[in-house]
């Protein structure tokens, strides 16, 4: 579905980037994990085409997509949920899921999505007309999940879900993560710090050092591997 030939991108002269490969399978949850620094927010830009690859390629469904702007890539059906979260603060829970769906014009179909975004997470059923700057991290996080969701991508990015939550709502958002996964087949390219999490969730994950993919194998194995233990799992 998704797939990053040998791509090189840059900050000015600071090459964040120094040829990364990486194939996504539809259906597939993949995981990138690293250390701080280490080019996982810079993967994500270059893929939604924030901050372009200077050299390489990037295809979705079989097509170049890493000269395109960032809204004709999310117009593809890529979608991503920031780090940091980013929702709009000033408007209430139901507009910022009103705002997901700016692309769609099928009423319908976005009421019955925005039901399904209750069930998944009640709370926010219950905070629907609060603005959503008030809802706790953990809320935020759900809400951002939600509104990325209402444009019903194919694939979804995700940056550092668990930054700064609570242990409790980490694993709310991973499960719901898993039932995404499964229910409606949207692929998930999920960035990380919490290996461990991470890699419980995904199918397969790369891990990157410095700008490169330094090693790429299925979740178990990773969770397995004795240098990913030591580096990232702290075992
Ligand atoms: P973290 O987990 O801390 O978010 P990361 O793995 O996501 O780290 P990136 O944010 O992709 O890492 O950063 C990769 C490299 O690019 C770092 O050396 C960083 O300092 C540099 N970098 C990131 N953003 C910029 C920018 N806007 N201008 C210049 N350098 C940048």
Not at 48 to 61: H, K, M, Q, Y
Not at 173 to 190: G, Q, V, Y
């Amino acid at each position: 579905m998704l797939k990053l030939k040998n791509i090189e991108t840059f900050y000015g002269n600071i090459q964040a980037l120094k040829g990364v490969s990486i194939d996504i399978s539809e259906g597939e949850i993949i995981t990138l994990i690293g250390a701080n620094g280490a080019g996982k927010t810079t993967t994500l830009m270059s893929i939604c085409g924030i901050v372009p690859p200077r050299t390489g390629e990037i295809l979705f469904l079989g097509e170049p997509i890493h000269q395109l702007t960032p809204n004709k890539i999310v117009a593809l059906g890529i979608c991503q949920v920031p780090e940091g979260r980013r929702i709009f603060p000033y408007l209430t829970v139901l507009e910022n899921l009103d705002m997901g769906a700016f692309l769609r014009n099928d009423k319908a179909g976005i009421k019955k999505d925005i039901e399904h975004m209750f069930e998944l997470f009640p709370i926010l059923a219950e905070r629907r007309n609060q603005a959503g700057g008030t809802l706790s991290g953990g809320e935020q996080q759900m809400l951002a999940l939600s509104r990325a969701l209402m444009a019903r991508p194919r694939l979804l990015l995700m940056d550092e879900p668990s930054l700064g939550l609570a242990p409790l709502v980490v694993r709310q958002i991973f499960e719901i993560i898993r039932k995404i996964n499964t229910e409606s087949n949207t692929t998930i390219f999920l960035v990380e710090q919490n290996a461990n999490l991470a890699l419980k969730v995904a199918h397969r994950g790369y891990v990157m050092e410095n700008g490169r993919i330094t090693l790429s194998d299925s979740a178990d194995r990773l969770l397995a591997n004795e240098d990913v233990k030591r580096a990232y799992l702290g075992l």
